[in-house]
């Protein structure tokens, strides 16, 4: 998320009075935002935040890791299989705010409490609980949270792996016609991704031929993302392509490279040969 892209977004939405309520970064490939930077703007204009770390577990900004909450009131992650670590389907959110996380829990399931203090009168019995909420079921099953409690072991060993891999593919590219995924010092990006930006202007190939390429040499590249604004549901709502030139831009030249804990170097290599047969280089 572009800060400067984000005062002005603001400073205008304040002149015409629909300033946002909550603000949502995403952790782009598991890379921070700018959170101290965007924390100051929800100061200022006096919305809430909530970190989108989906891609970000295990990575860390300012020294200190994601979803410690320092600069927003909230934040998420998912635990579906593509992420760093998967408990098969569920997340988590983070909170610092007493209240907040009491919502949450609330809001787990059915809005039922079994606390007597947050009722509205003294239990009826061992066996009461109120609903004082209208809820969902969004409750983790046990075998569920042994999955993920077991792999949050080895977290901080699969993360230092994305960062070699990431390291060496830095590396291999240098010579290629395509831009590396950028680094803020203030990051240690998880790396959930690592997706290279092709350098059409030069290149004879377009980006499709490149990609189809590399799934014909048999290498697991995908494309992340689509842009939200160009899918039907958002169509409809009157967003529509030219709207956010920078996403477009990113997704005619984006694509992501194979990147997971046991990815060997000879298997890198392969990928870095098959790119490099694939843009003729
Ligand atoms: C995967 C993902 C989500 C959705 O996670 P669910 O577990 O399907 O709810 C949201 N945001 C980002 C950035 C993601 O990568």
Redesign the pocket.
């Known amino acids: 998320m572009s800060v400067q892209r984000l005062a002005e977004k603001l400073a205008q939405a304040e002149q015409s009075g629909t300033l946002p309520k909550v603000v949502i970064p995403?952790?782009?490939c598991g890379q921070s935002c700018d959170m101290a930077a965007i924390h100051a703007l929800g100061q200022r204009y006096g919305f809430k935040i909530i970190e989108?770390a989906?891609?970000a577990i295990g990575g860390k900004y300012r020294g200190e890791p994601i979803g410690n909450c320092r600069y927003s009131d909230i934040t998420?992650f998912?635990?579906?299989p593509?992420?760093i670590i998967t408990t098969a389907?569920?997340?988590m959110a983070t909170t610092n705010d007493g209240d907040l996380a009491r919502r949450m829990q609330l809001l787990r399931s059915h809005g039922i409490t079994r606390d007597p203090s947050e009722m509205s009168h003294e239990p009826d019995g061992a066996w009461y609980y109120q609903q004082i909420a209208l809820g969902y079921n969004y409750r983790m099953t046990d075998i569920q949270a042994a999955l993920g409690c077991s792999q949050m072991s080895r977290l901080d060993a699969y993360v230092d792996r994305r960062h070699a891999i990431a390291q060496r593919y830095d590396a291999l590219l240098s010579g290629l016609p395509l831009r590396k995924p950028w680094q803020h010092p203030d990051a240690y990006s998880a790396y959930?991704l690592y997706p290279v930006r092709l350098k059409l202007d030069g290149l004879k190939r377009s980006h499709r031929d490149v990609f189809d390429s590399l799934r014909a040499r048999g290498i697991g590249v995908n494309l992340h993302y689509i842009p939200v604004h160009t899918q039907p549901f958002f169509e409809a709502m009157g967003f529509k392509r030219g709207d956010y030139p920078e996403a477009e831009r990113y997704y005619a030249e984006a694509i992501s490279l194979p990147l997971y804990p046991t990815l060997t170097d000879v298997g890198q290599q392969q990928v870095v040969a098959a790119l490099e047969m694939a843009v003729g280089a």
């Open positions: 995403v952790h782009l989108d989906s891609h998420v998912s635990f579906h593509v992420k389907e569920g997340g959930h």
